[in-house]
């Protein structure tokens, strides 16, 4: 896919789509108000300042349908322990260069605004000191602060990533543990998108997990163990709704319709 003429951005776009999943088996091809999952994730990438898209998947069946849809298809394995050592298979079979920047786009969020995949990729480029970029939006709920499925993390004054925990970061030592805590000004909740340098993805795929990532399942602190640097941009626009459950696939199916 060629990059428009007009277009400030020169990134790539990788969209992995594995049939597996626990939850929702096939959930790529899952119907989403009448068009599979991965296409309407495809179709919200194209509206992004992406150069190229590319499909990343290790099913013939999700290859055959994405090939016509104007994107890229890499057949990779299907033994990758994460999804970043997926990617970083891609960038080999792509022969991307160490500086490219790629945007990692999970093939479940078809509601994504383009807006924030653009400036992902921008985030990264305007830090050239950092390895990968990611965001954050503000925790006003203590719920959210306390839900070990919510990922937190804490930036230095630059914005870059101190550390990111499952836990209640940072702890408020004169408030939490009072009852009803309503809301916590500092608490900041990652969302889970990311923008890599393609030699930074090389690097990765030959790091062995770290001890705090075996701790916490979180794939960013192999990075931060091994002194690469990661931009946390703050932003008031959170992704839509994923499709993890089959009360999501209907969820975003009405939204879609609507």
């Known amino acids: 896919m060629s990059a428009r003429p007009n277009d400030k951005l020169a990134y790539k776009l990788v969209i992995p789509a594995r049939f597996a999943s626990t939850r929702l088996p096939g959930k790529p091809l899952l119907d989403i108000a009448g068009k599979p999952l991965v296409q309407r994730v495809i179709e919200a990438a194209q509206r992004s300042q992406a150069a190229e898209i590319v499909l990343a998947t290790d099913d013939v069946r999700i290859r055959t349908l994405c090939a016509p849809l104007g994107v890229t298809v890499v057949m990779t394995s299907p033994d990758h322990a994460t999804g970043t050592d997926r990617l970083a298979e891609v960038v080999q079979q792509m022969g991307w260069e160490d500086d ?18 653009d400036r992902l990729a921008a985030n990264l480029v305007a830090y050239p000191q950092a390895g990968m970029a990611t965001l954050c939006t503000p925790i006003h709920d203590a719920r959210d602060m306390f839900d070990p499925h919510v990922v937190k993390v804490v930036r230095d004054q630059a914005g870059f990533a101190l550390y990111f925990s499952r836990a209640p970061i940072p702890w408020e030592r004169d408030r939490f543990g009072v009852e009803e805590v309503a809301t916590h000004e500092h608490g900041l909740r990652h969302l889970g998108l990311y923008a890599y340098r393609a030699g930074f993805l090389r690097d990765f795929a030959t790091w062995p997990e770290a001890p705090m990532e075996g701790l916490e399942k979180l794939e960013q602190l192999r990075a931060l163990w091994h002194g690469v640097r990661i931009h946390v941009d703050l932003v008031h626009e959170p992704p839509g709704h994923g499709v993890d459950t089959e009360e999501d696939r209907q969820r975003v199916a009405a939204l879609l319709r609507g």
Do not use: R
């Not at 490219?100 to 995949?117: F, H, K, R, T, Y």
């Open 100 to 117: 490219e920047v790629v945007v990692n786009l999970q093939g479940d969020e078809p509601l994504i605004p383009a807006s924030l995949l």
